[in-house]
């Protein structure tokens, strides 16, 4: 049998690398507004929401901005919670939106519209990049925005929301569109290397939080780190060592050269079924329960595994690619 090989350029020599260190699972939130752009709460109470309410990291990305964060961090009652930078850059091809998250900018960036939605988007994933942040292609079905051609010809990002909790984000396939694990699947069969985020998409902080309200707390991702600095968030969403999540909690997530294994925390008596997915979205394996386990067989060009329970709540893990 030959020797299964994974793609040294994924996540998985992370994973490896840091199963032996300490190291911790984090969770934060990479998309927020504040009422520095369109959303409705000042900047320090939208950090403390998010310090109250168990998360760790926060990336704030108003519109077009780099809010400054520093003072938000400096609380001496933040131990073990930080504020991130981020700006969401925010262009329009017409009428269409292309935004694009550039999470931890040293500086802000410059972008402009091009001459078609993939230029749009091309240039704010290079504005990003070339103000030294990672970028995240955002909401893509909003408006119905953005297609998987756009996203086929980006050069350079790594990553896209395929969870926006915001309402209008489309995340799920419906009449005949497309949904964004659908997109996902149509471009890792592509070959394509891209990694899944959840986020808020926060503007509602005042006010009941209703269904029908950008409020926070909807979905988020949880990252491997040594520790909990800007740093490590951002090196640890690079290399894809992180889940997405709507409300499912991993007790832990491995990858080996043979196999793809994680576990589910419970909820009560939620039931919990896991699914493993290949390329052109196939399911490769299904698994009730707490534990789950999939052996490599080297053909699958790609493995990721999607948790879904019996309250509606998902968690998505990143993909691996696999080469004979
Ligand atoms: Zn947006
Ligand atoms: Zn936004």
Known sequence: MKKILISALLLMTALWGWSAQQTRW??????????????????????RWYQDHGYHFLFITDHDMVTATLALDADGNRDDFIVIPGDEISLTFQKRQGHVCALNPKRLP??????????????????????GAIAVVNHPNRKWSINAEDMRMLRGVHHFEVFNLQRDSNNFSAGGKPGMEETWDTLLSGGILLYGVASDDAHDFLGEFLPS?????????????????????????EKGVFYASTGVELGDLQVTEKEYRLSIKPYRDTAYTTQFIGKNGAILKEVFGLEATYAFKGDEQYVRAKVFSSGGELALCQPVFIKK
Do not use: F
Request: charge should be negative; include cysteine; proline fraction near 4%.
């Open 26 to 47: 984090v969770k934060g939130n990479t998309h927020t507004h504040t009422n520095l752009s369109d959303g409705d709460e000042y900047p320090q109470r939208v950090a």
């Open 110 to 131: 410059v972008a402009q519209a091009g001459a078609s939605m993939s230029e749009t988007l091309q240039n704010a994933v290079d504005g990003a990049h070339q103000a």
């Open 213 to 237: 309200r950008d409020h926070p707390g909807k979905g988020w991702v949880v990252v491997r780190v040594g520790e909990l600095t800007p740093e490590a968030v951002c090196a640890g969403l």
